[in-house]
C-alpha cells in the first residue's frame, strides 16, 4: 500500500502539470532551471537500467 505522504506529493505534481504535454513540461523545465538538464537519465552502469 502507497503512504498517503508519497500520494499526497504525487496529487500536487499532477495538479500542477495538469494538461501538460512532455515536451511543454521539459521545455518549462528547462526555462526555469536553465543550467540544469531538462531530462536525465541514467547510463547503463550508474544506476540505471541493466
Same mark, same amino acid.
Given at each position: 500500500?502507497?503512504? /498517503?505522504?508519497?500520494? !499526497?506529493?504525487?496529487?500536487? +505534481?499532477?495538479?500542477? +502539470?495538469? !494538461?501538460? /504535454?512532455?515536451?511543454?513540461?521539459?521545455?518549462? /523545465?528547462?526555462?526555469?532551471? *536553465?543550467?540544469?538538464?531538462?531530462?536525465?537519465? *541514467?547510463?547503463? !552502469?550508474? !544506476?540505471?537500467?541493466?
Amino acid at each position: 500500500m502507497a503512504d /498517503t505522504g508519497i500520494l !499526497g506529493v504525487r496529487a500536487e +505534481i499532477e495538479a500542477e +502539470i495538469a !494538461g501538460l /504535454t512532455v515536451c511543454e513540461q521539459l521545455r518549462r /523545465t528547462a526555462e526555469d532551471h *536553465p543550467d540544469a538538464p531538462a531530462y536525465s537519465d *541514467p547510463a547503463e !552502469g550508474e !544506476g540505471g537500467p541493466p
